[in-house]
């Protein structure tokens, strides 16, 4: 999977692709990920790539011509079928269907915004799709390009030791994550489950599914209004609700 990023701060996405799983990823082949500066295609000696809005208002918008240009360039070098994705609140909510949809891909120019983003004329001109982290503001969409970059490295074939942990994530399939444990077996009092301990992989699944559901019920209640359950799961959940109920927790 290649990787180019138009970005006014190319350290920014350098550094936070450099490690983990991204890092290792990079090292092994798996992915390329290269930035282009707009900067470098301003014609003027000061590198300007912003102006004044039309209609006034505060800060400062980025120009179609050198941003254009450097994402024409980032483009030049990827596979055929790569799109430009630009980042701002705009766009589609990125969640782990998306991440899934550009794993797909042979790769993909991201588009960083600053300042009060672009000139509507470029993502017109040259834009195939538009992404949003959700609904917040940041500074800039390099936090954005390098959260889509780790999100879709995880998805690749041969990225994490284990494929199956990827399958096993939170969100992939509308579910959280169930709680996990690890040595030692007591901590300040507090008990690993019994049912991990036993050596029973049934059960142990059964829990983890039931714990996955329970957790989804209890803090991200939209997430599993999306996901048809069947009748095991229906019965889990409402074995967690019971027992949430018995223990006095339930919904945060």
């Known amino acids: 999977m290649e990787f180019a990023v138009v970005s006014l701060f ?5 550094a936070a692709s450099s490690h983990g799983v991204c890092g290792r990823a990079g090292d092994r082949g798996l992915i390329e990920v290269r930035c282009t500066n707009p900067r470098d295609f301003a014609p003027d000696v000061h590198r300007t790539v912003d102006d004044r809005p039309y209609g006034g208002g505060p800060g400062m918008v980025l120009k179609v011509e050198p941003c254009r240009t450097a994402i024409e360039s980032a483009k030049g070098g990827l596979p055929e079928g790569s799109p430009v994705v630009f980042l701002g ?3 589609r909510i ?8 550009l794993a797909e891909l042979p790769g993909m120019v991201l588009v960083a915004g600053r300042y009060e983003g672009f000139d509507e004329r470029l993502i017109e001109s ?25 999100a879709v490295t995880r998805l690749l074939p041969g990225v994490l030791g284990d494929d199956a942990s990827a399958e096993q994530d ?10 996990h444990y690890t040595r030692p077996e007591t901590l300040d009092g507090m008990q690993v489950p019994r049912v991990l301990l036993d050596g029973n992989h049934r059960e142990v699944s059964r829990w ?12 991200r209640p939209e997430l599993l209004a999306q996901r048809t359950l069947t009748a095991d799961e229906e019965k889990l959940l409402q074995e967690y609700k019971a027992e949430a109920s018995e223990a006095g927790t339930g919904r945060r």
Do not use: M, Y
């Not at 190319?10 to 350098?14: K, Q, S, T």
């Not at 939170?170 to 709680?179: I, Q, R, T, V, W």
């Open 208 to 219: 983890r599914l039931k714990q996955a559901l329970g957790r989804t019920w209890a803090r």
């Open 170 to 179: 939170s969100f992939s399939e509308k579910l959280l994550d169930c709680p």
């Open 94 to 101: 990125f969640d782990q269907t998306v991440a899934r949809e």
């Open 10 to 14: 190319p350290e920014l996405i350098l």
């Open 126 to 150: 040259v834009g195939d799709d538009e992404i949003s982290l959700g609904d917040f503001v940041l500074s800039g969409g390099e936090i954005a390009a390098a959260a889509i970059i780790d």
């Open 89 to 91: 609140p705009q766009g």
